[in-house]
Every structure is written in C-alpha cells, then in structure tokens.
C-alpha cells in the first residue's frame, strides 16, 4: 500500500493542476479572501471535506502553492474534497516595534484573524454543503505551521463559544489535521469549555519555527502538539499524535507526501466511523541525528521573523 501511495504521490508531483472553481467567501478589512474548491470526482453521495490554510508565519503564502497540489489531490483521489482558504496575513505588515506589549497585540491579532477568516470560510461552505455534495458532520480543518495553528485555533474558539464562531451555530468540525501547530494564549494554557474534536497532529520536536512544547513568559505564548496531546488525554478527548524525534520544522510540510495514507486513515477512522482512540506514535529516523530540541522565545522569533 505505502509503495504504491508513493508512486501516486510522484504521478501526483507530476501533473499541472488548477482548482476546479475559485470563490469569494469573505472580504475583511478591504481585503477580499478568496478560496479554491478541489472537488472528488465519480463519488457517489455526500462526501468529507478538507479545508486547508497554508503556512508562512502569518507573513506569507498562497492558497494555490504549488507545494500543496499532490495532497489536495490525494485527498480527492480517496474520495474527500478540498477546499484551500485565504486568510488575512497580519504579520506581513511587521511586528508592532512598541516593545513587548505592541508585538504580543500583534501576533494576537495575526493569530485570531486567521482563525476567524477559516470560521467564514467554514460557514462558505456550510451554506454550499448540498450544492457540492458535502457531509456537513464531516469537515476537517486542516492546516500547514500558520496554517495548522489557524486550524487549531479556530477549534478552540468554536470550544470555547467565541462570539467570532457564532457564525456556525452548533457546528463543530468533524477533525483537525495539524502539521506542526500550536495555539496561541495570552492567559496561560489553552482552555476548552467543550471537548475538542478528533485531532492528528504532526511535529518534530526539534522545531525551531513552531514550539513542540511550549513557548510562553507569564502565561503568553504559544502551546504546542506535544502539551495539547497531553490535554486532550486528560480530557478523555481523541487523538493521533505523530511525534518525530530530531525532526525540524520540515513536519510541516514532509507528512502531506510521506504520511497521506495515514491522513486518509485518520479521516476514514475518527471523523466517518467515530474511532474514539487516543495514539501517540513516536518515531525516530535513525538518519536524523541527536540535534537541538529546546529554544528560547527569542529563537523562536529569530527563526521566522529575523529578529
């Protein structure tokens, strides 16, 4: 199965792809925010869906990477749609210089509208749900490093009963698909009013752009795959978590070619039959040697941010 994944993967690469159909779904702060629904084809009935948000430090990235084309399309070939979102790229416009307080509005800012902008996007699709043959109780946010904290942190705000989510009624995803993510908090460790979805999440803990763990002073900060695995155990909540030992930020991108398999068994598993497990699968390549796996707030942003 994994061999002939890969070569369909490689076919994938090969090919010149465009979305099927582009929309408007949004426009924000005089900016309008398209998205690009990839639908399967020859699928009988209502279908999962994907919704993807692309990495770039809240800074940069499109919607239509190149990059991204195999996965989407791997996804439709198991019988899910995709749709990939624009969201508002805060950071572009820089960190605030007014000292410490001015940068934490700012990430705050980037973090939540991005979030926000996934939440209109998801109500898109809701409102096109039976128009594009899509299981509404089966949506999964998804999402790449900016992207796959989008993704998160749009979950705990539909948990939490943000008013930004209110657009959505009583819906919930049906999954979350994190490629090294976090959640950001300005009051310490990320709380949930109501138990989160299923989420798979993917992180190197050797990742100097994205904290495995956390990165946070005085309850501020980013929280990542490896403590919100530990709340969800505690939580009696279902997860995946592949954990990749000396791996960098490359988590963000490598399993959308190494691990589709496992994301289309995840999907199949948690959100279509209910599995209700709770995994952590560590892994180490021995081709990966022992490296640097605790970094500092500044290294954080020095990393994705040169500062």
Not at 20 to 46: M, P
Not at 189 to 216: I, Q, T
């Amino acid at each position: 199965m994994r061999r002939f994944l890969t070569l369909f993967i490689a076919l994938a690469c090969s090919l010149s792809v465009t979305a099927q159909t582009t929309h408007l779904f949004a426009e924000k702060d005089g900016e309008k925010l398209y998205l690009d629904h990839y639908a399967a084809e020859n699928v009988v009935g209502s279908r999962p869906c994907v919704i993807f948000a692309f990495g770039g430090a809240f800074a940069r990235g499109t919607r239509a990477d190149k990059e991204y084309i195999p996965y989407f399309k791997a996804l439709n070939s198991a019988g899910i749609d995709v749709v990939s979102i624009d969201y508002r790229k805060e950071l572009a416009k820089g960190l605030d210089s007014n000292g410490l307080k001015g940068a934490i509005s700012t990430m705050r800012r980037a973090v939540e509208y991005a979030a926000e902008d996934m939440i209109l996007a998801t109500a898109f699709v809701l409102e096109n749900a039976e128009k594009w043959s899509i299981n509404t109780q089966q949506i999964v946010a998804c999402g790449s490093s900016a992207g796959a904290i989008t993704a998160l942190q749009a979950e705990n705000m539909i948990c939490n009963g943000d008013k930004r989510a209110a657009v959505l009624g009583d819906f919930n995803y049906g999954g979350v698909v994190s490629f090294a993510g976090a959640i950001f908090s300005v009051s310490g460790k990320p709380k949930w009013e109501k138990a989160p979805c299923p989420v798979m999440l993917f992180h190197g803990n050797a990742d100097s752009n994205v904290p495995y763990k956390r990165a946070s002073a005085f309850g501020v900060g980013f929280y990542g795959s490896k403590f919100l695995a530990k709340q969800f155990k505690r939580m009696d909540s279902p997860y995946l978590f592949y954990s990749a030992i000396y791996r960098n930020h490359s988590m963000a991108g490598d399993p959308m070619y190494t691990n589709v398999y496992d994301i289309i068994s995840f999907i199949k598993r948690y959100v279509v039959e209910g599995n209700r497990l709770q995994i952590t699968e560590t892994v180490h390549d021995a081709k990966y040697p022992k490296t640097k796996t605790h970094f500092s707030v500044k290294e954080y942003l020095s990393t994705n941010y040169n500062k």
